[in-house]
Each structure stands twice: as structure tokens, then as C-alpha cells.
């Protein structure tokens, strides 16, 4: 593939189609990689994230085969032996050939479904294929075999009637559809409702799946028990190794030598109740300079980790491979062993702690006007909650923020409100969407699920750390240093499209072009009032791409930044410390904690494995509400309750319940005729079905028909759509009766 290609705005290379990276694989004439793909189409930044996402898409769908290097998918022969290697959240079966004499793997197939117990994850079938249709290969089943060993995570249930089978488990995975019998003697000494880990073992083809524990985590209805089934279904590190616990245990406090003196400074944090690492501290007061009237001169006091985290040592290594600290209700798995996270670098108050320090000069408006980085030993003197400081503030200090509410807490507030100027100005994407707070009593159980308070003092922070942010970013850019950047590119056309067809149905438009943050907060404004004004938010959050880390800058668009990076957070983030490393390689070249040789070369590397850790981070903490809103709704099974339809797939309506924000599904199949129009069930090549009267962002009632748990699975009844059709409850739908299949259909 030769001669050149139109740029986007900027110089950049438009990103390539499905066809086009089939066609450069086509006519290389020989194996290709992502780097080779992304060289060829002269990508960077987030649209390396994008690609290895766009190819990840193209193996699930069959177009490209299983490894690095990618070659079009081969040819299969007419009848062959297929494994089970994923069953999709609408239910799809995917499977490979078990055996395939190709130089690359073969591309994935899809398993037409079947009478009697669709095949799990491992199973293997004689399978007949035809394909083939727009890259995707089918497969009808001639054969049940034996399966092939795998794991499976969940709970075991003991069987104490004599039998054959010693209990079986259920499984914390939503996909695996089935149950798994233990047989007797392989029980690996678990009890009745102990979380395992067991291996499927052969078995009979028309019998049930067999496996043998093979390891225990203790009592499912522990107090971690949640936490636990998401680190380990989520593979999040959270055992230190020894050689890492050892170098944190062998660390002393970081001496004051070199560095200047902020222990006169009265720095405070401002964290959460719960909060254990305090990383930053703040101070302000205002700009007596003829110069800058109404101005303010700010300090972001960031923990020094760079000094105690060395490159290339056990601690830097285990860091890296874990990317950021996962935080789930009822603990922490820390990036940093609790030596550095709650002690050396914790910035508690009256302790000497040491720094990197930002000195920011702003303007009224909130521009920043001079910068500057220094080492430092600093001395905070008080740990302050939001709700403290808000509290003084508003006019009812306590005993801890009544001595620095006129000296600390005034001087914050009215740098905080120049630096709100700038923002506004700038038209940041201003979305309303507050987070689900998890309260968990002594004992671990849910004993509430709310929206999480955000005051004042959360945005004054807020608005601190992103100027400390722009200011690292730009004091690295302007010295040609290294940088992680956080990037954020503007939404792409194809992850507008739901929400484009959810406001044409309100009548609002969505430019075609030139996409601004305005312009959405234009639309978030005009449908606030609406039924619809939270499903809208959420389209709008879900049409984002993906905020990425890169070395190469492309700007940050949610907060309308050209130049932006993390540089508040090392003690939990990686990122920000590689941007410290590049901060104090500045200050002297021959530092030992700089960014080690050769880092220039590895940034691009590093930007998309700590990319990876962050979202396999959101997606652990996002299942660990999801358990325990199911949790919390168990004993709610019967109840019905006002929803918004928040999605539509072949699978069914998912719908967001008023209140606790609770997700789940009102399957398909359960769907009354009613809910379509004349069109009928007609499906759309997407899967989505044609002639469904509900509509994304629709207020409808529904009633609670199970909540598991173990998978965090939520399953609803229809019962008003919203536009006067009410469904009459049929057969076995009494509160609180579950049907037997229900595994099946979360």
C-alpha cells in the first residue's frame, strides 16, 4: 500500500476502515503485527489503543486469525472437531478448530444454537461448517465430545443426599451457563458455600460438566468475598512478591538535603472519609504583585515517590505490571505496598514528607501565567475531609478547620473560583452523572447503595490537580522532555451513532462535523428536563472514546485541553510517575529515580500496558457494584419499580432503575407482543430488532424477576411500557418465583 493519505485536522493520518487494514494485510505478502499496521498508516497515540482494539474485533468476528502476526483467515475443512472458546454476552457460542495446520491460528466461529444444553466454554463437538458470510464462519453440531481442561471460578454448594456427586459449583461468571458437579472426593476440602477455583475434569457427553477443586478462598459470604471474585476474574495482581515487600520494608525516609523548605506553609489535604494515602496537598493566597490584580499564587505538594521508586528495581516492576491501585467497597489493592502508600509517601499531618512541588501563578480568570517544579520537604498541617471544609466554608466550621478557615480555606475557594472561570471559558464537557456509593455494614453486607455526595470541595480540588496537570504537561512539552500524556480523542462517527438516533427521536440535532465539547453540553442542557435527560447523559458518556495514555500528545477532549498529562497521583497511578521521573530528570540529567536510558524508546510500550491496567481496573470496581447492588436487591425479588431503557440489543431491553442506578435485563424472549409495532420481530443486521415500540431513554415499569449475586446479574419483567401497555403476569411469574433457566438468560 503506497502513495499518500489525507490527513485529519493537525497533520494526522485519518484512521483506516475494516477493509483497508484487510486489504495492507493482503497485499504485504507476508506476516504482519499491530506495529507494522500501525507504521503503514502512520498511527500514534490513542489510535494504537484503537487499532489493537479494531483488530481484537476483527478475530472475534472471524476476519483475522488468533496471533500476533495476522494473516486472512484460512480455509476450514467441510466437517472438523471445534473447541468452545467463548459464549458473548447475547448468548453467541464461539469457538476454533482443535486441530489446524496453518502457520497462524484460525479465526473464531459461531456456533448455531442447538436443542437441549447449549456447549460451555471447553466443550468440544464434531461440528459441520459453511462460510464464509462477510467473514464469519458457522458451525452446526454433528457430535458432543469431551472438553478440554479449563478453570472456573465460583461458589460450591455441598450435596450431602449420598449421591454420586460431592456438590457442584456456580459459577461467578455470568457467561458459563451451567452448573458444574463436583464429584466425591475431589471437593479439594471445600464446605458448603466456599469460594473455589476448580478444573474441569472428562466426563460423560450426555452428562453433567465435571470438575475437581483445586483451590479455596474461604467463605463466599466472607466480607471480601466480592472483591475477591473480581480480582480474580478481572487476573488483577494483588500479592506483592517478596523481592518487592522486601526493598519497601528496607526504605528510610527521604533526608531534606537539597531539597527547599515548605514546612512553613500551612499545606492541608482534602480527601475522602475513607481515604488511607493522602498524596496531595494544596495552599494558596493571593498575588500581591501590581502586575496581576486579583490574581493568586497556588501550590500542588505532590508525594515524592520517584525518589523511593527506582527504575527497572522490584518495586518499579511489580508497579508496572499493575498499572494503578483497584478500589472496591470494601478494600484497596494498592499499586504500592503499604510502606509507601499509607507511610513514606503519605503525606500526614505533622510529618516531614517530601515533595515535588508546583508553583502556579494564575490571573483572575484562571490562567496560568508562570510555573515552576521543585523538589521539597513539606509539613501538613491537617488531614481535612470534603465534608470538613465544605462544612467551614459554609458558615459551620469545626474545631479542626475553625483556625484555617480565614489563612487556608478562604485563600482555596477564591483561587478555585478564578481557576472555575477558566474552565467555563473553555467549555470542558460538563457531565452529570454521580457516582453509586456502596455502604457496607461490619459484617460486609450491603447496608446501602446511594448516589455519592459531591460538594464544592470536591470540584476545588478537581480544579487544583488539573492545573498541576496542564502545568506538568506543559513544563516537559516546553523543555522537550519525555511526557505520558492522558489523551482524549474526540467521540469517533461510529460511537455517535446511538446517541444520534436517541435525539433524533427527541427532535435534537448532532452536528454532522466538528464535534465540540459545547455542543454537547448544549444538548445535555436542552434535555435535562426530559424523561430522557439521564439516558442522554449516559449515551453521551458511552459515544466517548476511550482516555488513553500515549507519549504522543493529541489533546484532551472532555476537559478542552491541547496539552494535558497525570501528574497528582503517583502513589496509585503509574503514569504520574514516569511523569515525575521526566520532571526530576529535568532538574538534573545524571538523577538515579529519572526516567532510566533507553525510556524514550519504551514510553509508547508503557503507555499501552498501564492503558490496559486502567480499564481492566474500571471494569473489576464496575463488576464489584454490579454483585453488590444484586446483593442488595435479593431480597427485593417481586418488587416493581420505575426504569429508563438504557440499551437495546438482540439479548433484550437493559434497563437502569430510578434511585440505586441499578442495571439489568428484561430478556427478549419475555418481551410481550405489545412491545413491538406491526413491523414484528424483524432483525436488523446488527441484531438489534426492528418494530420494538420501546425506546431507548423511555420510562417504563418493570418488576424484579431474580437478582444473582454470584455474577451480579439482575433479570426483569416488563410490566409497562410507558405509552399505556401493561403486561399481565403468565404462568409461574409470582413474586419471588425463579425460573429454572435463569442462569441462562443473564
Request: net charge positive.
Amino acid at each position: 500500500m503506497t502513495g499518500k493519505r489525507s490527513a485529519r485536522p493537525g497533520g494526522r493520518a485519518p484512521f483506516p476502515t475494516r477493509e483497508r487494514v484487510l486489504e495492507f494485510i493482503q497485499d504485504s505478502g507476508r506476516p504482519v503485527g499491530k506495529r507494522e499496521i500501525a507504521r503503514a498508516f502512520n498511527l500514534s497515540g490513542a489510535d494504537r489503543i484503537r487499532l489493537r482494539d479494531l483488530l481484537k474485533e476483527m478475530k472475534e468476528e472471524g476476519l483475522l486469525p488468533g496471533r500476533r502476526r495476522h494473516r486472512p483467515a484460512g480455509q476450514f475443512p467441510e466437517v472438523t472437531v471445534i473447541e468452545v472458546t467463548a459464549v458473548t454476552a447475547d448468548g453467541d457460542v464461539l469457538a476454533a478448530p482443535v486441530r489446524w495446520d496453518v502457520e497462524d491460528a484460525p479465526p473464531p466461529i459461531r456456533l448455531l444454537p442447538e436443542r437441549g444444553r447449549p456447549p460451555g466454554v471447553g466443550d468440544r463437538v464434531l461440528a459441520r461448517l459453511s462460510g464464509p458470510r462477510g467473514g464469519i464462519w458457522t458451525a452446526r453440531t454433528m457430535k458432543r465430545l469431551d472438553r478440554a481442561p479449563d478453570r472456573v471460578l465460583g461458589i460450591f454448594r455441598a450435596d450431602d443426599t449420598g449421591g454420586p456427586y460431592g456438590g457442584k459449583l456456580i459459577a461467578t461468571d455470568r457467561r458459563v451457563r451451567h452448573d458444574v458437579a463436583i464429584p466425591r472426593g475431589m471437593e479439594g476440602g471445600a464446605r458448603n458455600d466456599d469460594l473455589v477455583e476448580a478444573e474441569i475434569v472428562p466426563g460423560k457427553p450426555l452428562g453433567p460438566r465435571l470438575a475437581r477443586v483445586v483451590e479455596n478462598f474461604g467463605s463466599a459470604s466472607g466480607r471480601h468475598a466480592v472483591s475477591l471474585i473480581c480480582i480474580h476474574s478481572h487476573d488483577i495482581p494483588h500479592e506483592f512478591p517478596k523481592e518487592a515487600l522486601d526493598e519497601a520494608a528496607g526504605l528510610q525516609p527521604a533526608s531534606g538535603s537539597g531539597r527547599q523548605d515548605l514546612r512553613a506553609l500551612p499545606l492541608v489535604t482534602i480527601d475522602g472519609e475513607d481515604a488511607r494515602d493522602f498524596d496531595d496537598a494544596v495552599w494558596a493566597e493571593t498575588d500581591t504583585a501590581p502586575g496581576n490584580p486579583g490574581g493568586w499564587k497556588l501550590i500542588v505538594a505532590i508525594a515524592d515517590v520517584a525518589w523511593y521508586v527506582r527504575p527497572g528495581r522490584p518495586l518499579d516492576r511489580e508497579a508496572l505490571k499493575r498499572g494503578n491501585s483497584v478500589y472496591f467497597p470494601d478494600r484497596v489493592v494498592p499499586m504500592l505496598p503499604e510502606r509507601l502508600s499509607n507511610d513514606l509517601c503519605s503525606l500526614r499531618p505533622n510529618e516531614d514528607r517530601a515533595c515535588i512541588a508546583a508553583h502556579l501563578t494564575i490571573d483572575a480568570d484562571g490562567r496560568t501565567l508562570r510555573r515552576r517544579f521543585e523538589r521539597a520537604v513539606m509539613r501538613s498541617v491537617a488531614r481535612l475531609t470534603y465534608e470538613q471544609v465544605q462544612r467551614a466554608r459554609d458558615g459551620a466550621p469545626d474545631t479542626a478547620t475553625a483556625p484555617l478557615l480565614e489563612p487556608v480555606i478562604e485563600p482555596l475557594y477564591g483561587a478555585w473560583t478564578a481557576l472555575a472561570a477558566a474552565r467555563a471559558a473553555r467549555e470542558t464537557l460538563e457531565l452529570d452523572l454521580p457516582e453509586r456509593q456502596v455502604l457496607l455494614d461490619e459484617a460486609g453486607r450491603v447496608s446501602d447503595i446511594r448516589p455519592a455526595l459531591r460538594y464544592d470541595s470536591h470540584r476545588l480540588i478537581e480544579e487544583f490537580m488539573i492545573a498541576a496537570n496542564v502545568a506538568a504537561a506543559g513544563h516537559l512539552e516546553r523543555r522537550n522532555r519525555p511526557c505520558m500524556y492522558r489523551i482524549h480523542e474526540p467521540p469517533a462517527a461510529d460511537g455517535l451513532e446511538v446517541l444520534r438516533s436517541a435525539l433524533h427521536d427527541l427532535g435534537v440535532p448532532l452536528p454532522a462535523s466538528g464535534l465540540r465539547p459545547a455542543d454537547l453540553n448544549r444538548i445535555l442542557k436542552h434535555t435535562a428536563g426530559l424523561p430522557q435527560g439521564r439516558t442522554i447523559h449516559e449515551l453521551v458518556l458511552r459515544a466517548q472514546s476511550q482516555a488513553a495514555y500515549s507519549p504522543e500528545n493529541c489533546g484532551h477532549f472532555g476537559l478542552a485541553l491541547p496539552c494535558y498529562a497525570h501528574f497528582t497521583s503517583p502513589i496509585r497511578r503509574y503514569a504520574d510517575l514516569l511523569v515525575h521521573r521526566a520532571i526530576v530528570g529535568g532538574m538534573a540529567r545524571s538523577a538515579a529515580d529519572g526516567l532510566p536510558a533507553g525510556a524514550e524508546g519504551a514510553m509508547r510500550d508503557w503507555g499501552e500496558r498501564i492503558s490496559v491496567a486502567e480499564r481492566r481496573a474500571m471494569a473489576a470496581e464496575r463488576d464489584a457494584v454490579d454483585r453488590y447492588m444484586a446483593a442488595f436487591l435479593q431480597d427485593k425479588i417481586g418488587a416493581s419499580f420505575g426504569a429508563t431503557v438504557s440499551g437495546i440489543t438482540r439479548a433484550g431491553l437493559f434497563v437502569t432503575l430510578a434511585g440505586t442506578g441499578a442495571s439489568g435485563l428484561v430478556p427478549m424472549s419475555l418481551l410481550p407482543e405489545s412491545s413491538f409495532r406491526r413491523a414484528g420481530r424483524k432483525r436488523r443486521p446488527g441484531g438489534v430488532l426492528e418494530g420494538l415500540a420501546v425506546q431507548i431513554g423511555d420510562t417504563v415499569q418493570v418488576r424484579l424477576r431474580d437478582a444473582v449475586p454470584v455474577t451480579g446479574g439482575l433479570l426483569f419483567d416488563l410490566l409497562d411500557d410507558g405509552k399505556g401497555r401493561q403486561r399481565r403476569a403468565k404462568g409461574n411469574r409470582a413474586a419471588g418465583r425463579v425460573s429454572p433457566t435463569i442462569k441462562d438468560k443473564i
